[in-house]
C-alpha cells in the first residue's frame, strides 16, 4: 500500500488538535465534482469526530483536466495569506460550478479580503510553488486521481462516504502514524 | 465494465531489448521506438480510450508532462483504439503525450510486450520505462480496473538517471500492490 512521503507540518493547512489520534490527508482539486462530494462527506465527518481528528488539506489540481483548478488554488492560499484558507476552501467546493476569476474576486470580497493585495498575489503567482510541491508530493505518495485520501498515512482507498470514512477513522485496523 | 480478472503473461524480462514499436499515431504519422532512442522513454499500456480508469491515469500523465521532460523523458500511450478514436480521445481531454494505436493487426505491439488481455480484446494496463539504449528497465502491471499512479514511473526514471553514478539504487522500492507485477533491471 502506498505511504504518505510528506509528512504532515507547519506547512500545512489543518483543522483539528495536535494530539488528535487519527489524521485524515485528502489530496483535492476545487473543481473536481468528486472532489465536491468528498468536501461535504469529510464535513459529516469533521462533525461527527470532533477533536478525536486532524484533517489536512493538500492541492492536486489536474490544470488539463480541470481549467480553473489552478486559479482556485491560488485563490484559497491568497486567502490563506490573509488568515482566511477554510472560508475559501468551502467557499469554492460550495460554489464548484463557478471558479472563473470573476468570481474567485468575488469571492474574495464577501470574505471581506484585502482585494488589492489578493488580486496582487494571484495575479503574480505568489503560491504556485507551494500548490505544485503539494501536487508532486502526492503523486510521488501514490496519488493517481483525486480525491486521495492517506488515514495516518497509509492510503485510504475505501469510498469517501463519510460512514466508511468514519468506520475506518475510529479503528478499523489502520495503524498509526509512521512519520512522528 | 466487466474484465477478467486473469492476468496475461509474465512481463517481458527486464534487461531485454524493447521489442519494434511502428504505430500509426495520426491517420498519416507513425511513430517508431527508435526515434525514441538516447533518451528513457514511457511507455503506458492502457485498456482503451474514454474509459473512466484509463482517463483517469492518462490524465495524472498529462499532467505531469513538465516533470517527465525535466527528467528527459518521453511519453508513449498505446491502446487497441483507433488513430481517429484517439485524436477524438486527446482533444477531448486536452492531452499533450503520443497516442499510438495497436489496433491493426490487433494487440500486436501490446503481445509482444506480454501486456495483452487475450480474453478482452484490450491492453493490459501496463507501464514500462525503456532507457536511452532501448532496453527494458522497469515495469509494472497494474489490476485492470486500478489507477497505478505515476510514483513507479517517476522513482525508476530517477534511479535510470542515477544508475551511472550509483551503484545501488538505495531508494524505496514500490510498495506491494494485491495482483500486480513490478520489476525492475539492476544494474
Known amino acids: 500500500m502506498s505511504r504518505l512521503r510528506t509528512p504532515v507540518g507547519s506547512h500545512d493547512h489543518i483543522l483539528g488538535p495536535v494530539d488528535a489520534p487519527v489524521i485524515l490527508v485528502e489530496y483535492g482539486d476545487f473543481q473536481c465534482p468528486f472532489c465536491g462530494q468528498a468536501y461535504e462527506e469529510v464535513n459529516k465527518v469533521l462533525a461527527s469526530m470532533g477533536d478525536q481528528l486532524r484533517y489536512v488539506f493538500r492541492h492536486f489540481p489536474l490544470t488539463q483536466a480541470h481549467p480553473y483548478a489552478l486559479q482556485a488554488a491560488e485563490a484559497a492560499e491568497a486567502a490563506d495569506g490573509q488568515g482566511k484558507f477554510w472560508e475559501m476552501h468551502g467557499m469554492l467546493y460550495e460554489n464548484q460550478q463557478a471558479l472563473d476569476p470573476e468570481s474567485l474576486l468575488a469571492y474574495a470580497q464577501k470574505l471581506g479580503l484585502d482585494m488589492e493585495r489578493f488580486t496582487r498575489e494571484v495575479s503574480e503567482h505568489r503560491y504556485l510553488e507551494r500548490i505544485r510541491r503539494d501536487f508532486m508530493g502526492g503523486v510521488r505518495s501514490g496519488v493517481s486521481g483525486t480525491p486521495g485520501f492517506f488515514i495516518n498515512g497509509a492510503r485510504y482507498q475505501g469510498d469517501f462516504s463519510a460512514s466508511s470514512l468514519i468506520t475506518v477513522l475510529q479503528g478499523g485496523g489502520i495503524e498509526s502514524p509512521s512519520y512522528f | ?187
Open chain 2, 1 to 187: 465494465m466487466a474484465f477478467s480478472a486473469r492476468q496475461s503473461t509474465a512481463p517481458l524480462p527486464l534487461g531485454t531489448l524493447a521489442p519494434p514499436i511502428r504505430a500509426p499515431v495520426t491517420p498519416d504519422q507513425k511513430v517508431s521506438l527508435e526515434e525514441f532512442r538516447g533518451a528513457p522513454l514511457v511507455l503506458v499500456f492502457y485498456p482503451a480510450d474514454w474509459s473512466p480508469v484509463c482517463s483517469d491515469e492518462l490524465a495524472l500523465f498529462n499532467e505531469l508532462m513538465p516533470e517527465f521532460e525535466r527528467l528527459g523523458a518521453k511519453v508513449v500511450a498505446i491502446s487497441c483504439d483507433g488513430v481517429w478514436c484517439h485524436l477524438a480521445f486527446a482533444r477531448a481531454r486536452n492531452l499533450h503525450m503520443v497516442l499510438a494505436s495497436d489496433f491493426h493487426p490487433k494487440g500486436e505491439i501490446s503481445r509482444a510486450y506480454h501486456a495483452y488481455r487475450e480474453e478482452d480484446g484490450i491492453s493490459e494496463r501496463a507501464l514500462f520505462v525503456i532507457d536511452a539504449e532501448g532496453k527494458i528497465f522497469w515495469s509494472y502491471v497494474s489490476p485492470v480496473a486500478v489507477n497505478p499512479g505515476a510514483d513507479g514511473v517517476l522513482d525508476a526514471l530517477e534511479r535510470l538517471a542515477e544508475q551511472g553514478t550509483a551503484e545501488d539504487d538505495g531508494g524505496p522500492s514500490l510498495s506491494q500492490r494485491e495482483e500486480s507485477t513490478e520489476q525492475e533491471a539492476r544494474p
